[in-house]
């Protein structure tokens, strides 16, 4: 079966330095990579969507890669600030429906 | 502007009584809706989704059940409770025909414990 997995421990980062989160997946083809937010008792908040034929998405200080050879997605924050603390999760769908399959999610703390 | 609502923020239930979440949006009209649960420590599974009004879509076999009586209404139910289904249970939306580049937009959720 799909396998999404992400950094099992807690991430922890000085303010102003660059988060990197990972994103691995095997036994699927995703067409589509999503990266969320979620702060304790919330639901998550949609970032970044990321296509297959896409090397790189960016917004703002977000930045994420998709790697279909590797598998591999990365999430990065750039001068990461403490109010960047918090759950982040990423999202696989396949080019056919609209359901996408979450990973459980890296906790990052931005350290002030 | 869109917005998502659920109901109830929390909710403590006994093992083998009934479960009725309702989640509605408003501002847009045939949206996707989804049911996901969030168990402590676990990434989020999804349960049910819905591209139509009764359009049902089941991924995880288990006692729960989803319908959509309305199009921009999605209900979460379950006639018994089990232990195993304590949870954070979060409703989300997307727009419909192929993949948003907006995302989900996901409610607030509801906090269930079953005791």
């Known amino acids: 079966s799909q396998k999404i997995e992400q950094n099992s421990e807690a991430l922890n980062i000085q303010e102003g330095k660059t988060a990197t989160l990972t994103c691995n997946y095997t036994?699927?083809?995703?067409?589509?990579l999503q990266w969320y937010r979620q702060d304790p008792g919330r639901g998550p908040v949609f970032l970044l969507l990321?296509?297959?034929?896409?090397k790189e998405k960016r917004k703002e200080r977000l930045k994420v890669t998709f790697d279909t050879t590797l598998k591999q997605s990365l999430f990065h924050i750039t001068a990461s600030q403490p109010a960047d603390s918090a759950t982040y999760l990423c999202a696989l769908s396949r080019r056919t429906g609209n359901q996408f399959y979450f990973g459980t999610g890296t906790s990052l703390t931005v350290i002030p | 502007s869109q917005t998502i609502h659920q109901w109830p923020a929390t909710l403590v239930q006994p093992v083998g009584s009934p479960l009725s979440l309702e989640c509605t949006v408003e501002?847009?009209?045939?949206?996707?809706l989804y049911w996901y649960r969030q168990a402590a420590g676990r990434g989020l599974q999804l349960l049910f989704y819905s591209v139509g009004i009764g359009q049902i879509s089941s991924e995880v076999p288990q006692n729960l059940s989803a319908s959509r009586p309305q199009d921009r209404q999605f209900i979460l139910s379950s006639k018994k409770l089990l232990l195993s289904d304590s949870g954070f249970y979060l409703c989300?939306?997307?727009?419909?025909?192929?993949?948003?580049?907006?995302?989900?937009?996901f409610g607030s959720g509801t906090r269930l414990t079953v005791v």
């Open positions: 990321i296509r297959e034929n896409e």
């Open positions: 989300a939306w997307s727009k419909g025909q192929g993949v948003s580049n907006y995302g989900y937009t």
């Open positions: 501002g847009t009209s045939n949206p996707n």
């Open positions: 036994n699927y083809s995703p067409a589509y």
